[in-house]
DNA sequence: TTATATTTTTAGACTAATCTAAATTTTATT
DNA sequence: AATAAAATTTAGATTAGTCTAAAAATATAA
Protein backbone atom coordinates (compact mmCIF):
# COMPACT_ATOMS: atom_id res chain seq x y z
CA UNK A 1 0.00 0.00 0.00
CA UNK A 2 0.97 3.78 -0.13
CA UNK A 3 1.94 5.68 2.76
CA UNK A 4 0.29 8.68 3.72
CA UNK A 5 2.91 11.15 2.18
CA UNK A 6 2.70 9.14 -0.73
CA UNK A 7 -1.15 9.67 -0.71
CA UNK A 8 -0.96 13.19 0.36
CA UNK A 9 1.73 13.99 -2.84
CA UNK A 10 -0.56 12.24 -5.45
CA UNK A 11 -2.94 14.35 -3.92
CA UNK A 12 -1.36 17.46 -4.79
CA UNK A 13 -0.26 16.61 -7.99
CA UNK A 14 -3.88 15.78 -9.04
CA UNK A 15 -5.00 19.10 -7.97
CA UNK A 16 -2.12 20.93 -9.48
CA UNK A 17 -2.89 19.16 -12.62
CA UNK A 18 -6.62 20.54 -12.77
CA UNK A 19 -5.30 23.96 -13.97
CA UNK A 20 -4.53 21.99 -16.77
CA UNK A 21 -1.29 22.21 -16.43
CA UNK A 22 0.97 19.18 -18.28
CA UNK A 23 3.69 18.24 -16.55
CA UNK A 24 3.66 19.26 -12.79
CA UNK A 25 7.04 21.48 -11.60
CA UNK A 26 8.75 20.43 -8.70
CA UNK A 27 8.68 23.95 -7.50
CA UNK A 28 4.48 23.56 -7.63
CA UNK A 29 4.63 20.39 -5.46
CA UNK A 30 7.14 21.86 -2.90
CA UNK A 31 4.55 25.04 -1.99
CA UNK A 32 1.85 23.27 -1.96
CA UNK A 33 2.87 20.65 0.49
CA UNK A 34 5.35 22.52 2.62
CA UNK A 35 8.77 20.76 1.74
CA UNK A 36 11.69 21.38 -0.59
CA UNK A 37 12.17 20.27 -4.19
CA UNK A 38 14.69 18.20 -3.53
CA UNK A 39 12.36 16.27 -0.95
CA UNK A 40 9.64 16.39 -3.81
CA UNK A 41 12.21 15.21 -6.48
CA UNK A 42 13.49 12.10 -4.11
CA UNK A 43 9.62 11.43 -3.79
CA UNK A 44 8.64 11.29 -7.53
CA UNK A 45 11.41 9.24 -8.44
CA UNK A 46 9.41 6.36 -5.77
CA UNK A 47 6.55 7.33 -7.02
CA UNK A 48 7.82 6.51 -10.31
CA UNK A 49 9.16 2.58 -9.51
CA UNK A 50 5.57 2.32 -8.19
CA UNK A 51 4.02 3.48 -11.65
CA UNK A 52 1.70 5.87 -9.60
CA UNK A 53 3.45 8.93 -11.87
CA UNK A 54 5.43 9.18 -15.10
CA UNK A 55 8.54 11.41 -15.06
CA UNK A 56 11.31 12.11 -16.61
CA UNK A 57 14.29 14.53 -15.18
CA UNK A 58 14.01 18.25 -15.63
CA UNK A 59 10.50 18.06 -17.47
CA UNK A 60 7.45 17.48 -14.71
CA UNK A 61 5.45 14.77 -13.89
CA UNK A 62 2.12 13.54 -14.51
CA UNK A 63 -0.31 11.09 -12.76
CA UNK A 64 -0.75 7.66 -13.92
CA UNK A 65 -4.12 5.99 -14.36
CA UNK A 66 -3.06 4.42 -11.36
CA UNK A 67 -2.32 7.36 -9.71
CA UNK A 68 -5.05 9.24 -10.81
CA UNK A 69 -7.36 6.86 -9.54
CA UNK A 70 -5.31 7.39 -5.82
CA UNK A 71 -5.78 10.62 -5.52
CA UNK A 72 -9.56 10.62 -6.65
CA UNK A 73 -10.49 8.29 -3.61
CA UNK A 74 -8.78 10.05 -1.14
CA UNK A 75 -10.21 13.10 -2.15
CA UNK A 76 -13.82 11.33 -2.23
CA UNK A 77 -12.97 10.53 1.38
CA UNK A 78 -11.62 13.97 2.44
CA UNK A 79 -15.21 15.40 0.86
CA UNK A 80 -17.26 12.60 2.78
CA UNK A 81 -15.70 12.59 6.02
CA UNK A 82 -16.04 16.76 5.64
CA UNK A 83 -19.92 15.91 5.07
CA UNK A 84 -19.67 13.87 8.12
CA UNK A 85 -18.75 16.51 10.11
CA UNK A 86 -20.76 19.13 9.55
CA UNK A 87 -24.20 16.97 8.55
CA UNK A 88 -24.02 14.40 11.50
CA UNK A 89 -21.31 15.90 13.81
CA UNK A 90 -22.17 19.94 13.67
CA UNK A 91 -18.52 20.82 13.26
CA UNK A 92 -18.36 24.30 11.34
CA UNK A 93 -17.29 24.65 7.35
CA UNK A 94 -13.93 26.40 8.65
CA UNK A 95 -13.20 23.58 11.21
CA UNK A 96 -13.65 20.77 9.17
CA UNK A 97 -10.57 20.53 6.51
CA UNK A 98 -8.00 19.67 9.42
CA UNK A 99 -9.95 16.27 10.32
CA UNK A 100 -10.30 15.68 6.90
CA UNK A 101 -6.81 15.12 6.00
CA UNK A 102 -6.10 12.54 8.13
CA UNK A 103 -9.54 10.62 8.30
CA UNK A 104 -9.02 10.65 4.20
CA UNK A 105 -5.76 8.43 4.71
CA UNK A 106 -8.45 5.96 5.96
CA UNK A 107 -8.44 4.26 2.65
CA UNK A 108 -10.82 1.17 2.76
CA UNK A 109 -13.26 0.44 0.34
CA UNK A 110 -16.18 -0.64 2.47
CA UNK A 111 -15.71 2.00 5.02
CA UNK A 112 -16.10 4.98 1.86
CA UNK A 113 -19.10 3.27 0.55
CA UNK A 114 -20.80 2.64 3.98
CA UNK A 115 -19.78 6.76 4.73
CA UNK A 116 -21.74 7.59 1.21
CA UNK A 117 -24.61 5.68 1.74
CA UNK A 118 -24.82 6.84 5.49
CA UNK A 119 -24.84 10.24 4.32
CA UNK A 120 -27.03 9.85 1.59
CA UNK A 121 -24.61 9.87 -1.33
CA UNK A 122 -23.75 13.73 -1.20
CA UNK A 123 -22.90 14.94 -4.28
CA UNK A 124 -20.94 18.24 -3.20
CA UNK A 125 -18.75 18.74 0.05
CA UNK A 126 -19.47 21.66 3.15
CA UNK A 127 -16.91 23.75 0.75
CA UNK A 128 -19.13 23.19 -2.40
CA UNK A 129 -16.25 21.14 -3.61
CA UNK A 130 -17.96 18.21 -5.75
CA UNK A 131 -17.43 14.86 -4.32
CA UNK A 132 -16.25 11.49 -7.06
CA UNK A 133 -18.89 9.03 -6.71
CA UNK A 134 -17.29 5.75 -6.38
CA UNK A 135 -16.35 5.00 -9.90
CA UNK A 136 -14.19 8.24 -9.23
CA UNK A 137 -16.00 10.24 -11.67
CA UNK A 138 -16.16 13.76 -10.63
CA UNK A 139 -18.11 16.96 -11.99
CA UNK A 140 -15.78 20.12 -12.08
CA UNK A 141 -17.18 23.67 -11.54
CA UNK A 142 -17.31 25.67 -13.92
CA UNK A 143 -15.32 28.55 -12.08
CA UNK A 144 -17.36 31.48 -12.39
CA UNK A 145 -16.54 33.44 -9.52
CA UNK A 146 -17.91 36.31 -7.66
CA UNK A 147 -15.28 38.74 -9.38
CA UNK A 148 -16.46 38.00 -12.96
CA UNK A 149 -20.04 39.50 -12.42
CA UNK A 150 -21.04 42.72 -13.60
CA UNK A 151 -22.80 45.38 -12.22
CA UNK A 152 -26.43 44.14 -11.65
CA UNK A 153 -26.01 40.74 -12.05
CA UNK A 154 -27.70 38.21 -9.95
CA UNK A 155 -25.83 34.62 -8.67
CA UNK A 156 -25.69 32.18 -5.99
CA UNK A 157 -22.52 30.92 -3.85
CA UNK A 158 -22.11 27.50 -4.76
CA UNK A 159 -18.37 27.21 -3.62
CA UNK A 160 -15.20 28.76 -2.60
CA UNK A 161 -11.78 28.20 -4.36
CA UNK A 162 -9.76 28.92 -1.07
CA UNK A 163 -10.39 27.19 2.16
CA UNK A 164 -8.64 28.63 4.79
CA UNK A 165 -10.12 29.47 7.88
CA UNK A 166 -9.72 32.69 8.16
CA UNK A 167 -11.43 33.00 4.71
CA UNK A 168 -14.51 30.68 5.55
CA UNK A 169 -14.71 32.60 9.28
CA UNK A 170 -15.17 36.20 7.27
CA UNK A 171 -17.43 34.91 4.42
CA UNK A 172 -19.72 33.68 7.38
CA UNK A 173 -19.63 36.73 9.21
CA UNK A 174 -20.75 38.41 5.41
CA UNK A 175 -23.76 35.56 5.85
CA UNK A 176 -22.07 34.26 2.37
CA UNK A 177 -22.45 30.98 3.12
CA UNK A 178 -23.98 28.09 0.15
CA UNK A 179 -26.66 28.66 -1.81
CA UNK A 180 -27.51 32.19 -0.34
CA UNK A 181 -28.28 34.70 -3.54
CA UNK A 182 -26.33 37.95 -4.05
CA UNK A 183 -26.70 40.88 -6.38
CA UNK A 184 -23.94 43.21 -7.46
CA UNK A 185 -24.44 46.76 -6.28
CA UNK A 186 -21.25 48.44 -7.58
CA UNK A 187 -17.81 47.55 -8.75
CA UNK A 188 -15.11 50.21 -7.71
CA UNK A 189 -13.22 50.73 -11.32
CA UNK A 190 -9.50 51.08 -9.62
CA UNK A 191 -9.31 48.02 -7.44
CA UNK A 192 -12.64 45.93 -8.23
CA UNK A 193 -13.93 46.55 -4.86
CA UNK A 194 -17.82 45.20 -5.04
CA UNK A 195 -20.59 46.61 -2.93
CA UNK A 196 -23.03 43.79 -3.11
CA UNK A 197 -26.41 42.89 -1.99
CA UNK A 198 -26.59 39.57 1.10
CA UNK A 199 -29.77 38.75 2.28
CA UNK A 200 -31.19 42.15 1.75
CA UNK A 201 -27.85 43.86 3.26
CA UNK A 202 -25.16 45.67 1.61
CA UNK A 203 -21.86 44.43 2.16
CA UNK A 204 -18.82 46.10 0.70
CA UNK A 205 -15.70 43.44 -0.11
CA UNK A 206 -12.48 43.17 -2.21
CA UNK A 207 -11.67 41.73 -5.10
CA UNK A 208 -9.08 39.46 -3.37
CA UNK A 209 -12.06 37.92 -1.32
CA UNK A 210 -14.40 38.15 -4.21
CA UNK A 211 -12.22 36.10 -6.74
CA UNK A 212 -12.24 32.96 -4.55
CA UNK A 213 -15.89 33.24 -4.36
CA UNK A 214 -17.69 30.68 -6.57
CA UNK A 215 -20.97 31.41 -7.93
CA UNK A 216 -23.43 30.49 -10.59
CA UNK A 217 -25.95 33.46 -12.10
CA UNK A 218 -29.34 33.33 -12.34
CA UNK B 1 2.17 15.38 20.03
CA UNK B 2 3.31 11.89 19.74
CA UNK B 3 3.17 9.51 16.69
CA UNK B 4 0.48 7.04 16.18
CA UNK B 5 3.86 4.49 16.94
CA UNK B 6 4.22 6.39 20.76
CA UNK B 7 0.43 6.09 21.12
CA UNK B 8 -0.05 2.19 20.48
CA UNK B 9 3.35 1.69 22.94
CA UNK B 10 1.18 3.67 25.48
CA UNK B 11 -1.86 1.67 25.02
CA UNK B 12 0.01 -1.84 25.16
CA UNK B 13 1.89 -0.60 28.44
CA UNK B 14 -2.10 0.14 29.68
CA UNK B 15 -3.12 -2.87 27.88
CA UNK B 16 -0.67 -5.48 30.07
CA UNK B 17 -1.04 -3.31 33.21
CA UNK B 18 -4.49 -4.36 33.84
CA UNK B 19 -3.53 -7.94 34.77
CA UNK B 20 -1.98 -6.15 38.35
CA UNK B 21 1.26 -6.64 37.08
CA UNK B 22 4.02 -3.78 38.54
CA UNK B 23 6.44 -3.43 35.91
CA UNK B 24 5.46 -4.50 32.19
CA UNK B 25 8.25 -6.33 30.82
CA UNK B 26 9.75 -5.80 28.04
CA UNK B 27 9.33 -8.75 26.16
CA UNK B 28 5.14 -8.81 26.87
CA UNK B 29 5.26 -5.48 25.11
CA UNK B 30 7.09 -6.88 22.26
CA UNK B 31 4.64 -9.83 21.89
CA UNK B 32 1.59 -7.81 21.80
CA UNK B 33 3.00 -5.30 19.26
CA UNK B 34 4.85 -7.64 17.52
CA UNK B 35 7.52 -6.62 17.43
CA UNK B 36 11.14 -7.15 19.05
CA UNK B 37 12.48 -6.42 22.53
CA UNK B 38 15.18 -4.66 21.09
CA UNK B 39 12.85 -1.82 19.35
CA UNK B 40 10.67 -2.29 22.56
CA UNK B 41 13.66 -1.25 24.93
CA UNK B 42 14.46 1.59 22.52
CA UNK B 43 11.23 3.13 22.22
CA UNK B 44 10.37 2.84 26.55
CA UNK B 45 13.47 5.30 26.60
CA UNK B 46 11.63 8.21 24.02
CA UNK B 47 8.74 7.62 26.27
CA UNK B 48 10.62 7.82 29.27
CA UNK B 49 12.18 11.12 28.21
CA UNK B 50 8.62 12.27 27.50
CA UNK B 51 7.32 11.57 31.13
CA UNK B 52 4.99 8.97 29.69
CA UNK B 53 6.34 6.14 31.65
CA UNK B 54 8.56 5.55 34.49
CA UNK B 55 11.37 3.01 34.24
CA UNK B 56 14.55 1.46 35.36
CA UNK B 57 16.46 -0.39 32.86
CA UNK B 58 15.91 -4.30 33.61
CA UNK B 59 12.98 -3.31 36.41
CA UNK B 60 10.38 -2.89 33.56
CA UNK B 61 8.29 0.04 32.80
CA UNK B 62 5.14 1.58 34.57
CA UNK B 63 2.58 4.80 33.02
CA UNK B 64 2.95 8.03 34.46
CA UNK B 65 -0.51 10.04 35.37
CA UNK B 66 0.74 11.59 31.70
CA UNK B 67 1.18 8.41 30.04
CA UNK B 68 -2.04 6.52 31.10
CA UNK B 69 -4.34 9.69 30.28
CA UNK B 70 -2.63 9.63 26.67
CA UNK B 71 -3.64 5.43 26.53
CA UNK B 72 -7.43 5.58 28.42
CA UNK B 73 -7.99 8.61 25.75
CA UNK B 74 -6.74 6.50 22.99
CA UNK B 75 -8.70 3.66 23.95
CA UNK B 76 -11.77 5.89 24.31
CA UNK B 77 -11.63 6.82 20.52
CA UNK B 78 -11.38 3.39 19.58
CA UNK B 79 -14.34 2.21 21.28
CA UNK B 80 -16.32 4.76 20.11
CA UNK B 81 -15.24 4.77 16.68
CA UNK B 82 -15.99 0.77 16.99
CA UNK B 83 -19.76 2.30 18.47
CA UNK B 84 -20.26 4.07 15.21
CA UNK B 85 -19.23 1.62 12.80
CA UNK B 86 -21.36 -0.99 14.23
CA UNK B 87 -24.81 1.54 14.97
CA UNK B 88 -24.50 4.07 11.91
CA UNK B 89 -22.53 2.36 9.46
CA UNK B 90 -24.20 -1.38 10.06
CA UNK B 91 -20.54 -3.22 10.10
CA UNK B 92 -20.29 -6.46 12.04
CA UNK B 93 -18.90 -6.51 15.40
CA UNK B 94 -15.81 -9.05 13.93
CA UNK B 95 -15.15 -5.99 11.28
CA UNK B 96 -14.48 -2.74 12.92
CA UNK B 97 -11.04 -3.61 15.09
CA UNK B 98 -8.98 -2.30 12.64
CA UNK B 99 -10.57 0.36 11.59
CA UNK B 100 -10.86 1.73 14.52
CA UNK B 101 -7.19 0.67 15.31
CA UNK B 102 -6.54 3.62 12.63
CA UNK B 103 -9.34 6.17 13.76
CA UNK B 104 -8.53 6.10 17.35
CA UNK B 105 -5.03 8.08 16.72
CA UNK B 106 -7.33 10.91 15.27
CA UNK B 107 -6.73 12.27 18.81
CA UNK B 108 -8.40 15.29 19.13
CA UNK B 109 -10.83 16.25 22.09
CA UNK B 110 -13.65 18.12 20.03
CA UNK B 111 -13.72 15.39 17.79
CA UNK B 112 -14.56 12.55 20.46
CA UNK B 113 -16.81 14.33 22.31
CA UNK B 114 -18.91 15.42 19.49
CA UNK B 115 -18.59 11.78 18.55
CA UNK B 116 -19.54 10.32 21.93
CA UNK B 117 -22.96 12.94 22.01
CA UNK B 118 -23.79 11.94 18.46
CA UNK B 119 -24.08 7.96 19.37
CA UNK B 120 -25.46 9.26 22.76
CA UNK B 121 -22.75 8.68 25.46
CA UNK B 122 -22.96 4.93 24.84
CA UNK B 123 -21.35 3.13 27.52
CA UNK B 124 -20.39 0.04 26.06
CA UNK B 125 -18.45 -0.85 22.90
CA UNK B 126 -20.09 -3.73 20.69
CA UNK B 127 -17.66 -6.06 22.34
CA UNK B 128 -18.77 -5.13 25.60
CA UNK B 129 -16.02 -3.54 26.41
CA UNK B 130 -16.39 -0.64 28.51
CA UNK B 131 -16.01 2.93 26.97
CA UNK B 132 -14.31 5.51 29.26
CA UNK B 133 -15.75 8.39 29.75
CA UNK B 134 -14.56 12.09 29.31
CA UNK B 135 -12.72 12.71 32.48
CA UNK B 136 -10.79 9.09 32.00
CA UNK B 137 -13.08 7.18 34.04
CA UNK B 138 -13.64 3.62 32.87
CA UNK B 139 -15.21 0.62 34.18
CA UNK B 140 -13.64 -2.88 34.96
CA UNK B 141 -15.56 -5.60 33.75
CA UNK B 142 -16.15 -8.34 36.87
CA UNK B 143 -14.48 -11.26 34.64
CA UNK B 144 -16.71 -13.73 35.42
CA UNK B 145 -16.45 -16.02 31.73
CA UNK B 146 -19.12 -19.02 30.73
CA UNK B 147 -16.22 -21.36 31.69
CA UNK B 148 -16.98 -20.31 35.73
CA UNK B 149 -20.22 -21.41 35.73
CA UNK B 150 -21.26 -24.61 37.02
CA UNK B 151 -24.66 -26.90 35.92
CA UNK B 152 -27.30 -25.15 36.19
CA UNK B 153 -26.39 -21.85 36.16
CA UNK B 154 -27.58 -18.70 33.83
CA UNK B 155 -25.76 -16.09 32.46
CA UNK B 156 -26.10 -13.17 29.90
CA UNK B 157 -23.42 -12.33 27.58
CA UNK B 158 -21.93 -9.50 28.27
CA UNK B 159 -18.32 -9.38 26.93
CA UNK B 160 -15.59 -11.14 24.97
CA UNK B 161 -12.27 -11.27 25.99
CA UNK B 162 -10.69 -12.23 22.78
CA UNK B 163 -10.78 -9.80 19.61
CA UNK B 164 -9.82 -12.01 16.92
CA UNK B 165 -12.14 -12.48 13.59
CA UNK B 166 -12.63 -15.78 14.15
CA UNK B 167 -13.58 -16.10 17.60
CA UNK B 168 -15.91 -13.17 16.68
CA UNK B 169 -17.48 -14.87 13.64
CA UNK B 170 -17.98 -18.51 15.34
CA UNK B 171 -19.61 -16.94 18.49
CA UNK B 172 -22.39 -14.85 15.80
CA UNK B 173 -22.69 -18.25 14.22
CA UNK B 174 -23.88 -19.66 17.82
CA UNK B 175 -25.72 -16.86 18.33
CA UNK B 176 -23.50 -16.12 21.10
CA UNK B 177 -23.88 -12.60 21.18
CA UNK B 178 -24.15 -9.72 23.16
CA UNK B 179 -27.63 -9.66 26.03
CA UNK B 180 -28.58 -13.06 24.92
CA UNK B 181 -28.95 -15.49 27.88
CA UNK B 182 -27.45 -19.45 28.34
CA UNK B 183 -27.86 -21.53 30.82
CA UNK B 184 -25.27 -24.25 31.05
CA UNK B 185 -26.23 -27.86 30.91
CA UNK B 186 -23.67 -30.00 31.06
CA UNK B 187 -19.85 -30.09 31.36
CA UNK B 188 -17.26 -32.33 30.49
CA UNK B 189 -15.11 -33.45 33.03
CA UNK B 190 -11.76 -34.26 31.33
CA UNK B 191 -11.32 -30.94 29.49
CA UNK B 192 -14.08 -28.58 30.48
CA UNK B 193 -16.11 -28.64 27.25
CA UNK B 194 -19.70 -27.45 27.64
CA UNK B 195 -23.25 -28.06 26.66
CA UNK B 196 -25.18 -25.01 26.97
CA UNK B 197 -28.25 -23.65 26.33
CA UNK B 198 -28.59 -20.19 23.74
CA UNK B 199 -31.98 -19.34 22.48
CA UNK B 200 -33.31 -22.79 23.30
CA UNK B 201 -31.02 -24.39 21.14
CA UNK B 202 -28.16 -27.17 22.33
CA UNK B 203 -24.95 -25.89 21.78
CA UNK B 204 -21.61 -27.36 22.36
CA UNK B 205 -18.49 -25.33 23.02
CA UNK B 206 -15.00 -25.46 24.14
CA UNK B 207 -13.36 -24.48 27.38
CA UNK B 208 -10.94 -22.63 24.96
CA UNK B 209 -13.99 -20.30 23.44
CA UNK B 210 -15.87 -20.63 26.90
CA UNK B 211 -13.27 -18.88 28.92
CA UNK B 212 -13.05 -16.05 26.85
CA UNK B 213 -16.87 -14.97 26.71
CA UNK B 214 -17.74 -12.38 29.52
CA UNK B 215 -20.78 -13.08 31.25
CA UNK B 216 -22.98 -11.72 34.42
CA UNK B 217 -24.68 -14.47 36.77
CA UNK B 218 -28.60 -14.11 36.70
C1' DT C 1 25.99 -21.28 45.32
C1' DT C 2 27.65 -22.06 41.04
C1' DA C 3 26.10 -23.03 36.42
C1' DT C 4 22.50 -22.48 33.02
C1' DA C 5 18.70 -20.38 30.93
C1' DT C 6 16.06 -16.38 30.10
C1' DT C 7 15.40 -11.59 29.69
C1' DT C 8 16.97 -7.23 28.58
C1' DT C 9 20.06 -3.98 26.76
C1' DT C 10 23.62 -2.30 23.56
C1' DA C 11 25.97 -1.84 19.15
C1' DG C 12 25.61 -1.25 14.58
C1' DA C 13 22.92 -1.32 10.37
C1' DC C 14 18.71 -0.32 7.41
C1' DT C 15 14.56 2.30 5.37
C1' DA C 16 11.44 6.31 4.80
C1' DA C 17 11.20 10.98 4.67
C1' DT C 18 13.28 15.05 5.28
C1' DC C 19 16.91 18.86 5.01
C1' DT C 20 21.09 22.03 3.31
C1' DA C 21 24.49 22.95 0.07
C1' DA C 22 26.45 22.18 -4.25
C1' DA C 23 26.13 20.73 -9.07
C1' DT C 24 23.52 20.48 -13.23
C1' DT C 25 20.03 21.57 -16.55
C1' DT C 26 16.66 24.51 -18.47
C1' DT C 27 14.76 29.04 -19.42
C1' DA C 28 15.09 33.89 -20.07
C1' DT C 29 17.69 37.95 -21.32
C1' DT C 30 21.02 40.52 -23.40
C1' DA D 1 24.60 32.78 -29.35
C1' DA D 2 26.48 33.77 -24.98
C1' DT D 3 25.38 34.80 -20.36
C1' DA D 4 22.56 35.27 -16.31
C1' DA D 5 18.74 33.58 -13.62
C1' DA D 6 15.73 30.13 -12.16
C1' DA D 7 14.46 25.41 -11.59
C1' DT D 8 15.80 20.89 -10.68
C1' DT D 9 18.63 17.23 -9.26
C1' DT D 10 22.41 15.09 -6.63
C1' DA D 11 25.32 14.39 -2.58
C1' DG D 12 25.58 13.82 1.97
C1' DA D 13 23.53 14.25 6.59
C1' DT D 14 19.62 13.66 10.09
C1' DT D 15 15.63 11.58 12.63
C1' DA D 16 12.13 7.93 13.75
C1' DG D 17 11.42 3.37 13.96
C1' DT D 18 12.92 -1.04 13.17
C1' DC D 19 16.05 -5.18 12.93
C1' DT D 20 20.01 -8.84 13.98
C1' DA D 21 23.69 -10.27 16.66
C1' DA D 22 26.29 -9.88 20.68
C1' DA D 23 26.92 -8.46 25.51
C1' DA D 24 25.18 -7.85 30.12
C1' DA D 25 21.97 -8.57 33.81
C1' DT D 26 18.58 -11.27 36.13
C1' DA D 27 16.14 -15.46 37.25
C1' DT D 28 16.13 -20.50 37.73
C1' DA D 29 17.89 -24.85 38.85
C1' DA D 30 21.19 -28.32 39.90
MN1 LIG E 1 -10.82 20.18 2.85
MN1 LIG F 1 -13.82 20.75 1.34
MN1 LIG G 1 -11.08 -3.15 19.10
MN1 LIG H 1 -13.90 -3.41 21.04
Redesign the interface.
Known sequence: MNSFTEENYLKAIYKLSLNGVQGVSTNAIADKLATKPSSVTDMIKKLADKKLVSYQKYQGVNLTKKGSDVAVSIIRNHRLWEVF?VE????KWD?VHD?AE??EH?N?H??TE??DE?LGFPKFDPHGDPIPDKDGNIIQHKDVTLSDLIRGEKAVVVGVKEHSKSYLNYLEQLQLVLGVEVEVKDIVEFDATMQILVNNKQVIISNQASKNLIVKKI
Do not use: S, V
Open positions: LKLNFELELITKLRLF
